[in-house]
């Protein structure tokens, strides 16, 4: 039977904490390194609800997206959800893993299923990792392109319908009439990668918690760069579209999406390392912190409303 270092070592290897970003701390948070591993639980976050689940399931191990700690504490007593949550791990010998950032880079990771799931093809990584040890390339983020071109409006379907169900759905922001082929995704936080997206000229940017200021000014300058292309003035990339498009999908479903690879990969792994094979459930749980919508205008375009000149 799998002990908890084997499966460990196996989920590092998939999985390489060297991918991970230097303020992130992913990997094995609690748990016995002798305790044996029979059933995984995959989770977005490591909440109260999700953890009792787990140890109320029998769970040996729960895999989570994101952290139990993502900043410093000092302590885990009874006093804090965290140390609560600790002890219903210990009590049971239920070990924690976290894959974040590095998971994030992986092959077969968050970036790579998020992209696959909306069907990109001729994907590379957006941010690069060089990892000669690796056949595969590595990075955060992807990059790629859509078998045939659509409309905005058809291909955010096609990003909600692949992502886990919320009670948010996604934003979209662009010209909803407008082919688009080229895409990037950066599941998670990804307004600060508007430089490395206008360099690049897709057409779609796929993230999540896209912030106020930092989306109305990518768009305005994107409306802006669009107009004066129409009037002849090379501005930025290709055709009088506005680009790139914004997508903003709730974080907790895109970054979900690597459990449906997970599923497979982790226990075909450990049986390949140990001859026994662990059973494995996903929680689809929706940890977004939000329980209503209310008041949504969903279907309503505002490319003209940007308060950019259009061309005559």
């Not at 009874?78 to 010998?93: A, S």
């Not at 924690?96 to 994030?104: I, R």
């Not at 078998?147 to 996604?170: D, I, K, Q, W, Y």
């Not at 140990?274 to 912190?289: A, F, I, L, Q, S």
Request: hydrophobic share 45%; with cysteine.
């Amino acid at each position: 039977m799998a002990n908890l270092k084997q499966v460990v070592d196996i989920l590092e290897t998939l999985y390489p904490l060297r991918y991970a970003e230097e303020w992130d701390h992913p990997g094995l948070i609690v748990g016995d390194l002798e305790d044996s591993v029979q059933s995984i639980v995959f989770a977005a976050d490591p909440t109260m609800d999700v953890v009792q689940r787990a140890v109320g399931g029998g769970a040996d191990l729960l895999v989570t997206h994101h952290p139990l700690f993502f900043r410093s504490v000092h302590e885990v007593s009874g006093m804090g959800f965290r140390g609560r949550i600790v002890r219903m791990l210990n009590e049971v010998h239920c070990g924690l893993w976290v894959g974040h950032t590095n998971a994030d880079a992986a092959w077969r990771g968050v970036g790579m299923a998020a992209a696959d799931g909306f069907g990109l093809v001729d994907q590379t990584p957006l941010q690069p990792i060089a990892d000669p040890s690796y056949a595969h390339p590595v990075g955060l983020g992807r990059v790629g392109r859509l078998p045939e071109p659509m409309t905005l409006r058809s291909f955010a379907h096609v990003v909600a319908e692949a992502l886990p169900a919320t009670n948010l759905g996604v934003q979209v922001a662009g010209d909803l009439d407008a082919m688009v082929e080229t895409v990037a995704v950066m599941p998670g936080s990804g307004d600060s990668m508007f430089p490395e997206i206008n360099a690049l000229g897709v057409d779609v940017y796929v993230t999540s918690d896209l912030r106020h200021h930092p989306a109305t000014d990518e768009l305005q300058q994107a409306a802006y760069e669009a107009f004066l292309r129409a009037k002849g003035i090379m501005v930025g990339h290709g055709d009088a579209h506005m680009r790139p498009a914004l997508i903003n999908t709730p974080h907790s479903a895109i970054e979900s999406m690597w459990f449906a690879y997970a599923m497979h990969d982790v226990p075909d792994a450990v049986q390949m390392a140990t001859g026994d094979r662990p059973e494995v459930h996903w929680d689809k749980t929706n940890t977004d912190p939000w329980d209503m919508v209310v008041g949504s205008n969903a279907t309503a375009g505002r490319t003209e409303g940007r308060g950019i000149e259009r061309p005559a």
